[in-house]
Each structure stands twice: as C-alpha cells, then as structure tokens.
C-alpha cells in the first residue's frame, strides 16, 4: 500500500503571481498542432480523432485536453461536435476544460465551470482530466483545501500525473515565504516524497528540481532573492547540487534513451526545461548546454520568466551562454 504523502502544513492568504511566456502550450505534439488549427478552422472531426487516438494515455489526453481548451473558438465548435455526437463523452470533457480557462480569465463564472467539470467526471469516472481541470482553476481561484482535494481526486485515478503534481508544487512552494532557503520546507518533502514513490523511468524523478524553481520564484517575488536567477545562491548549497546531479543522471539513464527511440513524455519539454534552467544557475555550462540541445525550439514559460522575467530573453541569454562555455 502506497503511503500518505507528508502533511501539507498551512495555507497562505496570497499567491505570488506567475509571468506570463510565449512558448506554444502543445510542446513537441505535431498530432495536436494540427488538431488545433483545424478546431480554429471549424472542423471538430480532426479533434475528435486525435482525442479517440489517445486513449487512456491519461497524461497526454490531459495535455492534450488543456491545450485545445485554449484555443480562443474552442467552445463553439465543440458545441456542434456535442449536438452532432451526442453520446460522446470526449466533448463534453473537452468543454469542461474550456470553461475552466474561460473562467480563470473572467469570462465565465467560476461555479459554471465546477459544474461542467462535475458533469464530465460523472460520464468518465475513470478519467482524472475533468479534475484536472478542478485543480486548475482551484489553483487559481479556490481555496488551498480544495486544492489537496483535487489533487487527491486526479492522484486516485492516476498516481503519477505529471500536471497535477506541477501544480501542487507550485502551489506548496508558495507556503511559509518567511522561511527563506529552509532546506526542510514542505515543498522539498513533498517533491521527495512523490518522486521516491514514482516507477524509476517516471519524469517525475525531475520534481526536486521544480521545487527548488518554484521555491526561488516565491523568494524572489518577495524580494528575498535577487531578480536574476544567475546571481543567487539558491542554486549552488551542497543540498541543492545533490538534487541537480540526481535529476540530470535520472534523465542520462532514463530521458535521453527514450527521447532517441521516439518514446517522448507529452511534458517532457518542460522537464527539460527546468533541468537546463537548474544546471544553468548552477554553474555547470556544460551539462545544461546537452539540455539545450535537447529543447530545440520548445521553450516553456516557466521557468524562465522566474520571477517576472521575459522567457525567451532569458533562455535565449542563458543557451547562448551555456554553448559558449561549453
């Protein structure tokens, strides 16, 4: 039986604010690019066979699900695929997930988009992308209670989902900001804790080092760390190089033979991500700069704009850097 994951401890009245990025949410996914651009154009039929394709992949249906959730006329076609095929239950997952970002932007109302969610999960009990998207906008909107809660419902149905434990990472870092670089904050325990309990080839192996991001972008927001990343400390404590050379030998074992034979995490990109902002900030030019390389063009919001940068400014200065080193 798989043990509780460590006390959550208190919840904080405020949430230090994200920055916003430029990097295409869909990653390296061709299939859901060109889903996306025909649901742009109207046809839902791309859409709905991209969604059948992917199955019970359960962290790329949910990547896959947020994606499209976002296209801007997303909602209006996929209302006509729902009048046109009304036993499908990918539509009206799909819809939940829309409302979900329509919400957060202050175009629906927040209980419209609980409720279609609810009414998504009841059609497919088995599939944690409508709590998902509950956890998405109760990360934003709600209360931290319903955030263990959710993140409670998507780890039921899948103990290892990528995204929702991004999320509560994010949302753990935030807690006790007068704890500076507190080696023993709950974040780190929980990030240890979950990665301990992954499959040895699960990417969440990276989760100690998206803490230790999402714990600077807290500091920093309070101005308890410089502004450039760089020229903090945060990076180069014994404990927090044993975390960097664990995750970047997880993925030498274990990421890098994958992406070679075509066998590629739907996140995976993020993962790189933080590992070659991580390595960056470490001083270690050429380890991140084999990240680099492996990121191509995919660049990911976070985190880069940590804690209220531009992110192609900074990952454009750090790659050129880091090749140049190495």
Partial sequence: MTPPPPPLGRSRKKKAAHSAGTGDPALDDPALVAARTALAQGRWTETRTLLAATG???DRRGHRMTVLAQEPTVTAWVRDWHLAEPESTDAPVLLACAAVYRAIAGKERPDTARDACLDAASLVPDDPTPWLGLLILERELGREEDV???FDEVRHRHPGHHHAHHLMIARLAERRPEAGQDPLHEVYDFAAWAAEQAPPASPLAVLPVVAHAERYRVLATAGSEPDDPK???????????LVMKAAFDWWLEWGDPHERAGVTHPRGRIDLNFLAH???CEGRPAEAAALFHRIG???TPAPWSYPDRDPDEAFRAARSAALGSA
């Fill in 278 to 280: 991580a390595k960056y």
């Fill in 297 to 299: 063009r995919h660049v």
């Fill in 148 to 150: 263990v809660r959710l």
């Fill in 231 to 241: 020229a903090s400390g945060h990076w180069t404590g014994r404990r927090a190089r």
């Fill in 56 to 58: 019970d992949d359960w």
